[in-house]
């Protein structure tokens, strides 16, 4: 574990606790379902196979978890982690559906300082994560060091299209479709923060930079979803 880490920002995990109780139903409405889709590709980014020890960072309520523990099975393990008590609550409710149970344990934690020794995972992924770190480059070498050499991690989250037509009707959604729809479940706070955490958010090319400086020689960024989403994958060799 590393020490010395910035405090947690108390004001996120006070909105991811809040939203907790919607937060399933508003993903799947406000993606159309497609962040499924988005999900099943950045498991496979990570190339983790049976028998592996794998991580979810700022797992939520554990889609990317659950898909982890049903790619390395029963002889595998996977780690959910998460700052967010409420969330981890919800995702260790999601577990009681599942027989035989799955090699999860649910760890609330601060991606800047894993409680984890070095080398430890085969496979780490993080979906909607990064843009909501404090200090985006120790979040990256925390992965990596964490990360087994020859291990991979796969990197989900949104991103501001570079095409202006594209860029017009990501901002035109969130104002128009996201908001409206989160002030209807009581959390329109909770939601506003998203435009402003996209303008913060660092481009593809820069988390490029970042992930090398990391350590990673490996990085690429794949754009999904005409670059209004994207995949970072990082490889340790």
Known sequence: MTNNSPPINQEIRDIFDRIAPVYDNLNDWLSLGQHRIWKVMTTKWSAAK??????????????????LARQVGQSGKVYGVDFSC??????EERTQQYYPQPPITWVEADVLNLPFADNQFDAITMG??????????????EIYRVLKPSGKAAI???????????LHFQQW????????MATNLGVKDEY?????SLDRFPVGKEQVRLSHQAGFINAIHYPISNGMMGVLVLNKK
């Open 173 to 180: 959604y969130l104002d128009n479709i996201v908001v409206p």
């Open 156 to 166: 989900l989250d949104f991103h501001r299209p570079s095409d202006p037509i594209f």
């Open 128 to 141: 909607y994560g990064l843009r909501n770190v404090q200090d985006i480059p120790r979040s990256l070498q």
């Open 86 to 91: 409420n969330l981890l609550a919800a995702a």
């Open 192 to 196: 506003a923060y998203i435009s402003p």
């Open 50 to 67: 049976p028998g592996d020890h794998c991580l979810d960072l700022c797992c939520g309520s554990g889609d990317l978890t659950f898909q």
